[in-house]
């Protein structure tokens, strides 16, 4: 039998592929796929971005390094990511999972990101300890020690290399949301209840914008949902994407 296609992660801005480890751990137990998971260009043990860049930039250095074919699953900038290459790059993407994403942001919307894009050029440990208190507010439940580390893995990215990489965040899914309908692969759509930025109503308008999608809402979870709600997550995608394989073997 021809062995099954792997699934590959893609991460935030700002974070690396470490932030995937505890969902990876709970994937692996309901899945016989490879999981494989990519720093983004600029972040972790990739080289830091030098000039400012595009969706297109981006993606087109994932899809140099992907295993050949593969489940995306992207979270954030890297849901944008992995929407790039399942419309431009149809034949790498077996299936396409947004988590946490953005979607066709209103005029409101694009403003209060672009002022966060703003508050982190002009004082970036401010617009990281921000961060965290949307990620992870006081009650969220999440332990110190992985509010810390996240914290680590944010304080260390280059500034100018992290800006290039908010910009596109803070601005391409204007430009990756006039695509989206012509997506043909099989897609999911999932978000937390509580995301003050990528929220339930995005999840909605990606779901009614890519063809066939199917959408879910985290009960309780803000925007890190691989990190506070990694089994539940886990269970979504591993379903879907073995459901949308169906029999053959992909």
Same mark, same amino acid.
């Given at each position: 039998?021809?062995?099954?296609?792997?699934?590959?992660?893609?991460?935030?801005v700002?974070?690396?592929?470490?932030?995937?480890?505890?969902f990876?751990?709970?994937?692996?137990?309901?899945?016989?796929?490879?999981?494989l998971?990519l720093?983004?260009?600029?972040?972790?043990?990739?080289?830091?971005l030098?000039?400012?860049?595009?969706?297109?930039?981006l +993606?087109g250095? *994932?899809?140099? %390094? =992907?295993?050949?074919? #593969?489940?995306?699953?992207?979270? /954030?900038l890297? !849901?944008l990511?992995?929407?790039?290459?399942a419309?431009?790059?149809p034949?790498l993407?077996?299936?396409?999972?947004?988590?946490?994403?953005?979607?066709?942001?209103t005029p409101?919307? +694009?403003?209060? *990101?672009a002022? %966060? =894009?703003?508050?982190a #050029?002009?004082?970036?440990?401010? /617009?990281?300890? !921000?961060?965290?208190?949307r990620?992870?507010?006081?009650?969220s439940?999440?332990?110190?020690?992985?509010?810390?580390?996240?914290?680590?893995?944010?304080?260390?990215?280059?500034?100018?290399?992290?800006?290039?990489?908010? %910009?596109?965040?803070?601005? #391409?899914?204007?430009?990756?949301?006039?695509?989206?309908g012509a997506?043909?692969v099989?897609?999911?759509?999932?978000?937390?209840?509580?995301?003050?930025?990528?929220?339930?109503?995005?999840?909605?308008?990606?779901?009614?914008?890519?063809?066939?999608a199917?959408?879910?809402?985290?009960?309780?979870?803000?925007?890190?949902?691989?990190?506070?709600?990694?089994?539940a997550?886990?269970r979504?995608?591993?379903?879907?994407?073995?459901?949308?394989?169906?029999?053959?073997?992909d």
């Amino acid at each position: 039998m021809e062995a099954k296609l792997p699934i590959v992660l893609l991460h935030g801005v700002g974070l690396d592929r470490t932030m995937w480890e505890r969902f990876e751990a709970e994937l692996r137990q309901l899945s016989d796929r490879q999981v494989l998971a990519l720093d983004l260009p600029g972040h972790g043990g990739q080289p830091p971005l030098l000039r400012q860049a595009s969706l297109a930039d981006l +993606a087109g250095d *994932v899809a140099g %390094r =992907l295993p050949g074919r #593969a489940h995306l699953v992207g979270f /954030s900038l890297g !849901a944008l990511i992995a929407q790039h290459l399942a419309r431009f790059r149809p034949e790498l993407v077996a299936s396409l999972t947004s988590v946490s994403s953005v979607c066709l942001r209103t005029p409101e919307e +694009a403003a209060s *990101v672009a002022s %966060r =894009l703003a508050v982190a #050029a002009e004082d970036f440990p401010a /617009s990281v300890d !921000a961060s965290l208190t949307r990620w992870y507010p006081e009650g969220s439940g999440v332990p110190e020690e992985t509010v810390a580390r996240t914290r680590t893995v944010l304080l260390a990215n280059d500034i100018q290399s992290y800006l290039h990489a908010y %910009r596109v965040f803070a601005t #391409a899914d204007a430009e990756i949301g006039a695509e989206l309908g012509a997506i043909t692969v099989p897609a999911l759509a999932v978000t937390g209840e509580l995301d003050p930025g990528s929220t339930p109503e995005m999840t909605r308008r990606l779901g009614e914008a890519l063809p066939g999608a199917r959408t879910a809402v985290v009960p309780g979870t803000r925007h890190m949902l691989p990190v506070e709600q990694p089994a539940a997550l886990a269970r979504l995608v591993a379903g879907f994407i073995e459901e949308s394989s169906g029999n053959n073997h992909d």
